[in-house]
């Protein structure tokens, strides 16, 4: 058999490199179908905008207050409520709490019964607030219980859901836990005693107290 030559030996050493990498491709590169296997969007768009969102949050709750600048109590989201001096993310997120389960917010002073939010703190705040676009209450009661004549007080124990509303401070969300308190634990001997509802606190039972009854059903 002749020995090959040189560049016969060459030759075959190409060959089998082309053989090798034709061999390596098909192994470690992936197919067309692979790749159009692969998801559009890994999640990194949804981590991009949440990042984005957080960014825009803490940017907005940075804002001094303008001079004379107030945040209604029934209309700002955590952020905004967070611009509050004193209240931070942690305590707007329990005001939106605490006004989404009354039924939202008659008047300032109500931020009392906000569990963070005591007197001194108040205080710094009460100029830096309205409900509703105004300092006054968001919903007066009526002339008959503002006056106290004219009118019965409405009987606690007895009164329907859209009677309860009569009373100051108390929304369709709070009558309806009046009312669902009242039958699942028995009939209110007192206005404290309104105090276990959910939602009502020390100054929605002070305004309640004047025009309330509570006989027996």
Known sequence: ???????????????????????????????????????????????????????EAARRRAVPLAPGERIDLNLADATELARLPGIGPV????????REGRGGVFTPEELLEVSGIGPAK??????????????????APPASLAS??????????????????????????????????????????????LSRVSGIGSATVARIAPHAAFGRP
Not at 91 to 98: F, G
Not at 122 to 129: G, H
Not at 154 to 176: C, F
């Open 148 to 193: 106290g004549a004219g009118s019965a007080a409405i009987d606690v124990n007895r009164a329907s859901p859209e009677e309860l509303t009569r009373l100051p401070g108390v929304g369709p969300v709070l009558a309806e836990r009046i009312v669902a308190s009242r039958e699942a634990d028995g009939p209110f001997g007192s206005p404290e005693e």
């Open 122 to 139: 108040y205080a710094a705040l009460e100029d830096r607030v309205m409900v509703d676009g105004a300092t006054a209450p968001r919903r």
């Open 1 to 55: 058999m002749t020995p090959l030559t040189h560049q016969e030996r060459l030759g075959l050493l190409v060959v089998a490199a082309i053989f090798l990498a034709a061999i390596a491709a098909h192994l470690f590169v992936p197919s067309p179908t692979a790749w159009t296997a692969l998801p559009a969007d890994s999640g990194l768009d949804e981590v991009r905008a949440q990042t984005a969102d957080e960014t």
């Open 91 to 98: 305590l707007a997120e329990r005001v939106v709490a605490w």
